[in-house]
């Protein structure tokens, strides 16, 4: 136990045979050999993963993946089985150069990381690799592809989390719409850690050791398939009682006799199986004359038995206006037959449900209590790439800078600190500071100047009451960081959320969060942009988006 928290079993989603040195594009391997051939492999670099433009059109994205990044990076290692592949895709490399990759592993590389589920900002090092050139090379694409798609899944995630808000369960359906079997469980896993409540991938509930909560009701394909009573079979006896003439009996008192009634028959054989976890798909042939009425007359036959249903799921339509108007019927029924609980059944609602009408349901009013989300989440339909880029800011310990004829794309040089700062009240954070490691961290109580490269010429004083590295030796051969479990990270997002200016979060007009650098770093920018243009220093001139 850590505090009141169930430590959670790590869930590992993908193995040695998925994520292994080969999952990486050729050209990695070619510069490599390259290195490898100049002398070069293991001239000291620095690379760094970052991104340049928040996901969504939002202002803040929250980083994920770096666990299984540093568990790739642990078990790093070419197989025979890859160096006798490797030969004959690159059959004018020396033989030394394989016999160098056999041996090859991580354990003179470092890494300083942001740790996850950290709200996280454009430009702003997510992971910074310190090691042998060659190495710190051939793992850019792996990295990238481990830590891009979390990030943007459990961005997702957290946006419709706030648009539904905390009070409402949020279930992740995504399955059957995922890119492949890996992308439908990790999608899952970040899911849950991006504050959703549990999955339908069973595959998920199971790697979790069960500490992920797996949800399922029925398909259309089930309450179809029931023609006449002969279906029911041996379900129709429930504790000794013929559940159909109950059923019959409440359908007639209610005068619901028009509902479908191989839909009730379905709806008897699943709760007579689920009894107290009885849940209906309620839209197969009429969601409110039919569907809402026979699931009611369900719920009063499990009742005169002992058992209570769970509720319905609303999977089409309006479902705003269905679930005011199935709130009332449930309040209707319970009334008359003095069954209070009625109206408090769950009212869940899973039909293409994405980030704009979890608000337009909230402007609007609904009695939705729990979504299932699947296809825009999962894939993040909105924006499906997040963008993230892994650049080499240091070399031998010269620091180097990318030049782009696009601003947008040059990067910092050197090997960098990432501090967030608190200037106002010890729980609420102003802004992030990076700057060199050469140069002294900022100090509580003491002024600090620092530049906006949106307004380069414009120095920023800035004071902190509190100061945060936000990227900490994160591995040294090994990882370092200590594990953070769902729950747990469920938490923390929260705490984040209500200490962050909700100006930054917020859908309409978000506000940007201010990314500040040093003004050493600024400077060293500005020395290494003039020299490679062989004139006068230039300003810098590029934008945090």
């Not at 510069?31 to 996901?55: C, I, Q, T």
């Not at 949106?454 to 509190?466: D, G, L, N, S």
Request: charged share 25%; glycine share 6%; aromatic share 10%.
């Amino acid at each position: 136990v850590h505090g009141d928290i169930f430590m959670e079993p790590k869930i590992q989603v993908i193995d040695n045979y998925t994520v292994n040195p080969l999952l990486t594009d050729f050209y990695e391997l070619t510069m490599a050999y390259r290195y490898w051939k100049s002398g070069h492999f293991d001239d000291p670099a620095v690379f760094e993963l970052f991104f340049r433009k928040n996901p969504f059109n939002g202002e803040y994205s929250v980083n994920a993946g770096i666990q299984e990044a540093l568990d790739y990076l642990h078990t790093f290692h070419f197989t025979e089985e890859h160096i006798k592949y490797l030969k004959t895709v690159l059959p004018a490399a020396e033989e030394g150069f394989f016999s160098y990759l056999s041996s090859l592993d991580t354990s003179k590389v470092k890494i300083y990381a942001i740790p996850e589920p950290r709200f996280v900002f454009p430009k702003e090092p997510i992971m910074s690799l310190e090691g042998p050139l060659g190495i710190v090379q051939i793992v850019e694409s792996t990295l990238i592809n481990l830590c891009s798609y979390p990030t943007l899944i459990c961005t997702n995630a957290v946006r419709m989390r706030i648009a539904a808000g905390r009070e409402k369960q949020m279930i992740e359906f995504g399955l059957r719409r995922a890119q492949g079997p890996l992308g439908a469980t990790m999608g899952a896993k970040y899911a849950c850690m991006g504050t959703f409540d549990g999955t339908a991938n069973t595959l998920l509930g199971c790697l979790s050791k069960a500490t992920v909560p797996v949800y399922g009701t029925m398909a259309h394909s089930y309450v179809i398939s029931f023609t006449d009573d002969s279906d029911l079979g041996a379900q129709r006896m429930l504790n000794g009682v013929d559940i159909l003439d109950l059923a019959n009996k409440y359908r007639k008192d209610l005068n619901w006799v028009k509902t479908n009634y191989s839909e009730l028959l379905a709806f008897l054989s699943y709760a007579s199986c689920s009894r107290d976890s009885f849940l209906a798909l309620v839209d197969s042939y009429d969601t409110l004359n039919s569907g809402v009425k026979n699931f009611l007359i369900v719920a009063l036959v499990l009742d005169e038995l002992g058992m209570k249903a769970k509720g319905i799921r609303l999977d089409s339509g309006d479902l705003a206006s269905l679930s005011k108007k199935s709130r009332e019927m449930f309040i209707e029924v319970g009334i008359k037959y003095k069954k209070e609980y009625f109206k408090g059944f769950m009212i869940m609602a899973s039909n293409e449900i994405q980030e704009d009408i979890l608000y337009d349901l909230k402007k609007v009013g609904h009695e939705v209590d729990s979504f299932g989300i699947g296809t825009n989440l999962i894939t993040c339909l909105k924006q499906p790439a997040l963008g993230m880029v892994y650049k080499l800011v240091s070399i031998k310990d010269h620091p180097r800078i990318k030049l782009s004829e696009d601003i947008d794309k040059m990067t910092l040089p050197g090997s960098k600190n990432v501090f967030r700062l608190y200037t106002v009240e010890a729980d609420k954070p102003t802004c992030t500071i990076i700057c060199l490691k050469s140069e002294p961290a900022p100090k509580l109580g003491e002024a600090l100047n620092v530049i906006d490269s949106a307004h380069p010429k414009e120095v920023i004083t800035v004071k902190p009451i509190k100061i945060e590295l936000l990227n900490p030796l994160a591995f040294d051969g090994k990882p370092l960081l200590p594990f953070v479990g769902l729950k747990e990270s469920k938490k923390f997002i929260y705490h984040q959320l209500d200490t962050f200016n909700p100006a930054i979060t917020r859908r309409e007009k978000p506000e940007k969060y201010k990314v500040y650098l040093s003004v050493e770093l600024f400077k060293l920018a500005e020395t290494l942009l003039a020299k490679s243009k062989s004139g006068q220093p230039l300003q810098l001139r590029f934008t945090f988006k």
